[in-house]
C-alpha cells in the first residue's frame, strides 16, 4: 500500500468535499508528524496509534561488524533504531487470516 492508495481510498469511500490535492496533502502532514515524532526522538520514544501499533525508538549498542568479502572488521558505532510493536486490532485480524 503507497500513500497514493491511501489518499485513492478516502476519495472513494468516504464522503468529502476535499479535492485529490487537499486529501494528499493531510494524508503527507500524518506521515511527516509521525516521522518528525520517531527523528527528534530520544531512547524509548514511543509513537503509539491505537488499533494500529506502536513505533519505539531503541538504543542500538555499538558492535563489531565484519564485511563479507574481505572479513575486515569495523566498529559499528551505537545508533537509534526503530522498531514496531503491533497493536491488538492488528494481531486478531492477523489471525484470522
Same mark, same amino acid.
Given at each position: 500500500?503507497?500513500?497514493?492508495? %491511501?489518499? @485513492?481510498?478516502?476519495?472513494? @469511500? ?15 502532514? %500524518? *506521515?511527516?508528524? %509521525? %516521522? @518528525? ?6 531512547? @524509548? ?9 506502536? *513505533? ?27 522498531? *514496531? ?13
Amino acid at each position: 500500500m503507497t500513500k497514493a492508495d %491511501i489518499v @485513492n481510498w478516502i476519495l472513494r @469511500n468516504k464522503k468529502t468535499k476535499l479535492t485529490r490535492k487537499e486529501v494528499q496533502e493531510v494524508v503527507n502532514k %500524518i *506521515f511527516d508528524k %509521525i %516521522i @518528525n515524532e520517531l527523528e527528534n526522538a530520544e531512547d @524509548n520514544t514511543k509513537v503509539q496509534i491505537s488499533g494500529f501499533g506502536t *513505533f519505539l525508538v531503541k538504543r542500538r549498542a555499538s558492535k563489531i561488524g565484519r564485511n563479507p568479502k574481505t572479513k575486515e572488521e569495523k566498529l559499528i558505532p551505537e545508533r537509534l533504531g526503530i522498531s *514496531f510493536k503491533p497493536g491488538k486490532h492488528l494481531k486478531e485480524a492477523l489471525k484470522k487470516k
